[in-house]
């Protein structure tokens, strides 16, 4: 699977907009893009995933120019409950989706009131 | 609740000691994944399981290390001789394999610490 690079933290306060971008060079072309989110002492929970261009669902969007070797995970109007790290994640789903998810690191986004 | 859940979430062990892990991952969910975390970062692939069939291993497992999931339900993770190094979170996720969907759902995990 491709490695991703992220930012290892960022602050935020309640309300603001918050974009945590993630890099990926080497993608491949049979490669999407996740993103999970983890709480302390809870598993990671999937938040979403993109090919190209734009997704967007309930909780997030996801910006992936036209190279795809980067792509913006776009948290709208922050609360303090959004305190987690975010995991970028790029692999082949292909037929049967990924075996394996291979995490770095993350981002560990802090909320402040 | 009909999520991926685990037990016992906390285990406190003496080194030397063996070990086992309870997963029970969402009905019909025909794979079952096993992931480790130590503090600070993200989880690694140990196994993951399709039905009964284990189908990739990490090198991450060592000998000591073994899992089974035998009717295709629930797995078990079984720790032999532990060691102060296998302190982290186990997490067990599964997935419904339909095509190219395949998110993870993940249990809330079980802490070993090793003493």
């Known amino acids: 699977l491709a490695k991703t690079t992220q930012p290892i933290s960022m602050d935020s306060y309640e309300g603001q907009e918050v974009n945590i971008t993630c890099s990926h060079n080497n993608i491949a072309t049979n490669d999407y893009i996740t993103w999970y989110q983890q709480f302390p002492s809870q598993g990671p929970r999937f938040i979403i995933q993109?090919?190209?261009t734009k997704v967007t669902n309930e909780v997030a969007s996801l910006f992936i120019p036209a190279d795809r070797k980067s792509s913006t995970l776009s948290l709208p109007r922050v609360s303090l409950s959004d305190t987690a790290v975010y995991y970028c994640l790029v692999g082949d789903i292909g037929s049967g989706g990924y075996n394996k998810l291979i995490f770095g690191a993350g981002t560990r986004l802090a909320v402040h009131p | 609740d009909t999520g991926v859940s685990q037990n016992p979430r906390h285990k406190i062990t003496k080194r030397g000691q063996n070990v086992t892990f309870r997963c029970d991952p969402i009905s019909e969910h025909n794979r079952l994944y096993w992931y480790r975390q130590t503090l600070g970062q993200g989880p690694e692939f140990l196994t993951y399981?399709?039905?009964?069939?284990?189908?990739?291993k990490s090198r991450l497992l060592s000998d000591r290390f073994s899992a089974e999931r035998p009717k295709g339900s629930f797995s078990t993770l079984e720790i032999q001789r532990t060691e102060q190094g296998d302190s982290a979170m186990y997490l067990c996720a599964s997935s419904f394999v339909l095509g190219s969907d395949n998110e993870q759902f993940f249990g809330p995990g079980t802490r070993l610490t090793v003493l």
């Open positions: 399981f399709q039905n009964e069939a284990q189908l990739e």
């Open positions: 993109g090919y190209k």
